[in-house]
């Protein structure tokens, strides 16, 4: 009887030692948690969370200056098209001729629109 157990035991070696499992974890002779990278799976893992927290940091601040920059930002108030001839004249930009030319031609412009 004890012929037909130790077969079942030489079978069940054998069978164990050809399966996945076993050929995973004594097969390279360094088992299946230790391969061939090492730490680096810490190194980039623990680069890839970096790399995660400032983004969406980044986004945050973002979102913070976009959303307060816009109730900040005013627009300068419009001038006139005859406030800025007066102003480049008197830097000296432009002589009295051209000056009273252009005068003429924004006061034309001006009287032709309120005639609409």
Do not use: C, N
């Amino acid at each position: 009887m004890k012929r037909p157990a130790a077969q079942m035991s030489s079978m069940l070696a054998a069978s164990l030692a050809a399966s996945p499992v076993a050929a995973q974890v004594y097969g390279d002779g360094v088992g299946m948690w230790h391969g061939t990278w090492g730490w680096g799976h810490m190194v980039v893992g623990g680069l890839m969370m970096l790399l995660f927290w400032a983004a969406v940091i980044a986004l945050i601040v973002l979102i913070v200056r976009w959303l307060s920059g816009s109730a900040r930002e005013q627009r300068p108030p419009d001038r006139s098209a005859l406030e800025i001839l007066e102003e480049r004249f008197a830097r000296g930009e432009i002589e009295r001729e051209e000056f009273e030319e252009k005068r003429r031609l924004l006061a034309g412009q001006a009287g032709a629109q309120k005639g609409r």
